[in-house]
């Protein structure tokens, strides 16, 4: 194992958590329904990004000069579903229906100053974020997907 590369246990443990989500977003693992501020498909979105963050850690690891195409196909496929996924929630918070509460301030040394957040600043915050977010992750699909079409090439 190269020596800037995590230990097989840390992307292990991203999948577990991953999984244990997406298990309570399914409904498998029960869960207080008033517990949830969403729906539950949002959970389930949640895990899958850890899930996937996961699986690209593990296909990081091996060694420095290994280029296989599988390995390009595993890290092209969870890098795409992790942002995609984080912007999903991102885009969510943003744009999906119901109320939000938004908080926040802005420290300055010993001067400080709160406020409670206008809902509409934070849904464009969040929204303006996802839709960042949801173009990085377009632009990471096809880019990785052009280094895999030059190895088969």
Not at 55 to 68: F, N, P
Not at 83 to 96: A, D, K, N, P
Not at 145 to 150: E, M, S
Request: glycine letters at 14%; proline letters at 5%; charged letters at 10%.
């Amino acid at each position: 194992m190269n020596q800037n590369q995590p230990p097989l246990w840390f992307p292990l443990i991203f999948m577990i958590v991953g999984l244990l989500v997406m298990l309570v977003g399914v409904g498998i693992i029960p869960v207080i329904p008033e517990s949830v501020h969403g729906p539950l498909w949002l959970l389930t979105t949640f895990g899958l990004m850890f899930l996937s963050a996961g699986l690209g850690l593990l296909a990081m690891s091996g060694e420095k000069g290994e280029d296989s195409l599988a390995r390009h196909i595993l890290q092209w496929i969870a890098l795409t579903i992790t942002i995609g996924s984080f912007s999903t929630l991102f885009l969510w918070v943003g744009f999906g229906p119901g109320e939000r509460e938004f908080s926040g301030g802005l420290s300055l040394g010993p001067l400080s100053f709160g406020q409670s957040g206008n809902e509409m600043i934070g849904r464009c915050m969040f929204g303006g974020f996802g839709l960042f977010a949801a173009l990085m992750a377009l632009y990471f699909f096809v880019t990785k997907l052009w280094q895999i079409v030059d190895l088969i090439a």
